[in-house]
């Protein structure tokens, strides 16, 4: 299949297998907000939110799929009425057949998304999650395979996310053994014969696959498995994998004031103005960071850094997390635009003939003079 021929549903399959939208939060809505999955994607254009001047600029590079860190839609609209400015926008998208997908949570909490760009672009050493939410499970796999076959089952569990414990792929267990069985008069066996028991040189693979791999890895082996009845188990584990959640902790390189650590933010997030408060001679070296607006997470921070960064920030919270003796650095709501590379550059390697670009609009509500 050449690029030409991918779908918008291509593209999105290849993004939920980095990025699913499971890892949301509840309240959350994410996914597909307006159009179809359905139809060949024309250019993809990533964008932290949907204004029309996204949309305009989507027409004008003829990309017909807007991937979004904001969603477009969150609390369900009444009607659709096209003299509100949203209302304009789903019109404009729907008469140009341009769909707009949005990965938000999932994309704040997901390894490599927002939260760990903004913590990686400081540098940031030892990170772990600020907030969990929780850890990922496991299943265990157990399947018996005729020795012939044991690579091509491995390398379909493989290829679907079977085996990826931290930061370790393709680990497997094999023992060998013997298979027996007694085909009835109905089976179509791959080996033996109806009514004879046969005896069959076979592996036991044994795998851990993450919860949300278990249904596709499962379907891929069978699919890859030479018999008509498929011998496999899948068990519950107790133990836990990786923490995921909000935010990332961690340590600057080597200690800075706050004065040099605003700086650097500034600088390294790319936008216009910030704000911090603190002492900025203070010297910082722990840094709670939270994309979006984080500013119910200020007694947590205390708990874990010198300097909480993140947007939103009010008076009297900012307040009295500076008496409390905590350094805030408030980038704006609008950091989070580091998505937008990010996505780009996730999806272009695996679509080389799909024009994905970056949006050049400004979404930003505020100025700074
Ligand atoms: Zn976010
Ligand atoms: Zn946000």
Same mark, same amino acid.
């Given at each position: 299949m050449t690029d030409k021929q991918k779908r918008i549903a291509d593209v999105i399959a290849y993004f939920e297998s980095w990025c699913p939208p499971s890892l949301a939060e509840k309240w959350d809505n994410v996914g597909l907000q307006v159009g179809t999955l359905d139809q060949a994607v024309s250019g993809v254009l990533t964008t932290l939110d949907v204004t029309e001047a996204v949309v305009d600029e989507a027409i004008m590079h003829n990309a017909n799929l807007i991937i979004a860190h904001h969603p477009l839609l969150f609390a369900p609209p009444k009607k659709l009425d096209i003299d509100t400015p949203k209302g304009r926008v789903i019109q404009k998208l729907l008469k140009h057949d341009i769909t707009v997908y949005a990965a938000h949570t999932n994309l704040d909490i997901v390894e490599g998304g927002v939260n760990d760009l903004m913590a990686d672009a400081l540098g940031l050493e030892q990170k772990r999650v600020f907030l969990p939410l929780g850890h990922q499970i496991f299943k265990k796999l157990i399947v018996f395979v005729p020795k012939t076959h044991e690579q091509n089952v491995k390398d379909a569990l493989h290829t679907?996310?079977?085996?990826?414990?931290?930061?370790?792929?393709?680990?497997? $267990?094999?023992?060998?053994?013997?298979?027996? $069985? &007694?085909?009835?008069a109905e089976a179509q066996p791959f080996i033996g014969q109806a009514g004879e028991i046969e005896r069959v040189e076979e592996v036991r693979i044994e795998m851990l696959v993450p919860e949300e791999n278990i249904s596709k890895a499962v379907?891929?082996?069978?699919?890859?498995?030479?018999?008509?009845?498929?011998?496999?188990?899948?068990?519950?584990?107790?133990?836990?994998?990786?923490?995921?959640?909000?935010?990332? %902790?961690?340590?600057?390189?080597?200690?800075m004031t706050l004065q040099e650590l605003a700086q650097l933010v500034k600088q390294r997030y790319d936008v216009q103005h910030i704000r911090f408060t603190g002492d900025a001679s203070a010297s910082v070296e722990t840094v709670a960071v939270l994309g979006g607006s984080g500013r119910d997470y200020i007694d947590q921070a205390m708990q874990q850094a010198d300097v909480y960064i993140t947007g939103d920030l009010t008076f009297h919270e900012t307040q009295d997390a500076m008496l409390a003796g905590l350094c805030l650095i408030d980038p704006g709501h609008y950091a989070e635009k580091i998505m937008k590379q990010k996505v780009?550059?996730?999806?272009?390697?695996?679509? %080389?003939?799909?024009?994905?670009?970056?949006?050049?609009?400004? %979404?930003?509500? $505020? &100025?700074?003079?």
């Open positions: 679907n996310g079977a085996g990826n414990v931290g930061n370790y792929e393709k680990v497997s $267990f094999v023992s060998e053994g013997s298979g027996y $069985f &007694q085909p009835n379907a891929a082996m069978i699919e890859a498995h030479p018999y008509e009845e498929v011998a496999y188990d899948v068990y519950p584990v107790e133990m836990k994998g990786k923490a995921y959640g909000l935010g990332r %902790t961690g340590k600057l390189p080597s200690p780009a550059d996730y999806l272009q390697p695996a679509f %080389t003939n799909v024009p994905i670009r970056v949006s050049q609009v400004n %979404t930003d509500p $505020f &100025q700074a003079i």
